[in-house]
């Protein structure tokens, strides 16, 4: 299997692995975004990933052309904290190697990352100084001489996805040795979702809905693992709420990559 | 979109739809064919389908291919029939076009489609001139200088997606205009489906569990179609006693992949 076959498999078990918390998943849609949107991404996104793997082009240009191939249907953004950290774990082929890859990033893959960002409906906190809805912060990135692994730097606080760059990748790693612990198969995606809900809050679901609400979601998913909540209850009360740790979600694709590529087996 | 990219999201688009009465859909797994081995396989195929699109190979080879691609996982054949009917589209861009790639078929084709066919677990039925499971059948067509559109032929009377290369694609084009009459989304798949099984005998289930089955389940799509049956008691009837249509799975799939050349919207 390649490298980018690899990336696919993951993002496919991802959002097919069920019940999760607040998310899409086989057994729900989002009125906009539904289960085929996901799996259009990440069929569409094939030519970006074997760029990818081939080293064709730098990782803010893969990440752009990720962005454009999957914007083609009306389901919104899907996958792009997952090619934040897959196109490096692609580029580097493993964690260490993408450590290297993040740290060599340019002024130029920040500007292309910003064009990319501009293309989706990410949510971001506004009113800082790299809003991404302002069209001067390109000019700052260029004029500070900020590269893509300094924007990160800069988003870490507020991202736990950006925050992936700067530690070496730890949530990941975490997530592929959760998902080998539990064991092959669907209901180790289930487990380690649940086990990283419950102990990490989503940056995501602070974004939209502030820490307070973060906060709560992982003590009822800690409720769950402790066996005082009901985990289909749980999920559907956050979908009903419109919470979604869509943040978890782009680290547990890249934790199914890690794993896939050590050797867990989905498929048993 | 390429090619390549509208035959892939065909084949999930069907996998995705439900409730279809007896398949693996969004909601039901068989125990050994999961919906994550459609996808999976949908994945996987990819570099074949590519290969058909740039026309690199005969079609013997490209479904030979995709056969070894999509055979890496535990979920047994899941493609095998709609990669007879998506090669020649994709060859030939459509529907015209697949007919004249088909009459151009060689010995060598049919060859390499009998060692494709051997590396699946597919349903035939044996004892014939021409079984599968006979190491002597690649004798015979290199003696009687069978081609793979003579194959097709021969097996046209027992095998509906073998007649779709006879007839010019009726079922197909049936299919395609069914889904634009429905109108655009997931709610089309499952019309066109019910349409399909309520109208056509499918030769997967005759050769599983003989005609009169394959009759009563027409009989019972059509209650479903005149209100006098629920659709989901249907389908769980069908997946208790094993009964899977899968014929018309893989002629659905043929069919939205023309629909979505011709401008039918699944994202809606």
Same mark, same amino acid.
């Given at each position: ?42 069929? $569409?996104?094939?030519?970006? @990933? ?13 990440? @752009? ?23 490096? @774990? ?17 002024? =130029? ?86 086990? $990283? $809900? ?17 906060? =709560? ?52």
């Amino acid at each position: 299997m390649t490298r980018a076959e690899q990336a696919q498999l993951a993002m496919m078990l991802e959002v097919c692995a069920f019940p999760k918390p607040g998310n899409v998943d086989r057994c729900h849609d989002y009125e906009t975004t539904r289960v085929e949107h996901f799996l259009a991404s990440t069929i $569409l996104a094939r030519p970006a @990933l074997d760029r990818a793997e081939r080293a064709v082009g730098g990782i803010g240009s893969l990440i @752009l052309d990720a962005v454009e191939r999957t914007s083609v249907h009306s389901g919104g953004n899907t996958h792009f904290g997952a090619f934040i950290l897959l196109m490096p @774990l692609i580029m580097g082929g493993d964690i260490p190697g993408a450590e290297r890859v993040v740290r060599e990033t340019t002024v =130029e893959d920040a500007v292309l990352f910003y064009t990319a960002f501009g293309k989706t409906k990410v949510r971001v906190i506004t009113g800082n100084d790299l809003d991404v809805t302002d069209p001067h912060s390109c000019d700052i990135i260029r004029q500070q001489g900020m590269t893509l692994f300094d924007i990160m730097l800069y988003s870490a606080k507020n991202d736990m996805v950006a925050r992936e760059w700067i530690n070496g990748f730890q949530l990941t790693r975490r997530g592929a040795d959760l998902l080998k612990a539990y064991g092959c198969g669907r209901d180790s995606i289930v487990q380690t979702f649940l086990n $990283l $809900l419950a102990t990490e809050p989503d940056t995501f679901i602070i974004k939209k809905h502030g820490k307070d609400t973060a906060w =709560e979601v992982m003590q009822k998913a800690q409720d769950v693992r402790n066996g005082l909540r009901d985990l289909v209850t749980f999920d559907q009360e956050c979908i009903n709420a419109g919470i979604n740790p869509g943040s978890i979600a782009d680290i547990m694709i890249a934790a199914l990559y890690i794993a896939l590529g050590e050797g867990w087996i989905w498929d048993c």
